[in-house]
Nanobody, 123 residues
C-alpha cells in the first residue's frame, strides 16, 4: 500500500490559481487527481503515467490545469489556473501500481487514496 498525503488546497477568487501537491510513500504506475463536490460523484480530473509525459485531462479542466510529477516520481502536482466556482470540491490524490488506460478515469481503477484537500473558488 502506498500512503498519499495531499496539501495545497485553499480558498481563492475566480480567476486565481492554486497548486496542489501529493507526496507518495512508494512507487506508483499511474497517479491521478480526482475531485468530489457536495452531492456529486467523484470525478477524474487529470492523470499521468509515472516517469512519462503521458497525461489525461477531463474536458472541464483542459488548458487550465497541469498535472506533473517530481523528479523522484513520488511527488504529484496539480497546477490549477483560471479557477472557476465550479472547480470547488474536495481534491484527492490517487495511485495504482499499474498503468491503466488514461482515456476514462474510474475510481475503481485506483488502489490508494489520499485524505483530500479542499479547494473553494468564490465568484
Amino acid at each position: 500500500q502506498v500512503l498519499l498525503v495531499e496539501s495545497g488546497g485553499g480558498s481563492v477568487q475566480a480567476g486565481g490559481s492554486l497548486r496542489l501537491s501529493c507526496a507518495a510513500s512508494g512507487y506508483t504506475g499511474t497517479m491521478a487527481w480526482f475531485r468530489q463536490a457536495p452531492g456529486k460523484e467523484r470525478e477524474g480530473v487529470a492523470a499521468i503515467y509515472s516517469g512519462s509525459n503521458n497525461t489525461y485531462y477531463a474536458d472541464s479542466v483542459k488548458e487550465r490545469f497541469t498535472i506533473s510529477q517530481g523528479v523522484d516520481k513520488k511527488s504529484l502536482y496539480l497546477q490549477m489556473n483560471n479557477l472557476k466556482p465550479e472547480d470547488t470540491a474536495m481534491y484527492y490524490c490517487a495511485a495504482t501500481p499499474v498503468f491503466i488506460w488514461l482515456g476514462n478515469l474510474n475510481t475503481v481503477d485506483f488502489k490508494d487514496w489520499g485524505q483530500g484537500t479542499q479547494v473553494t473558488v468564490s465568484s
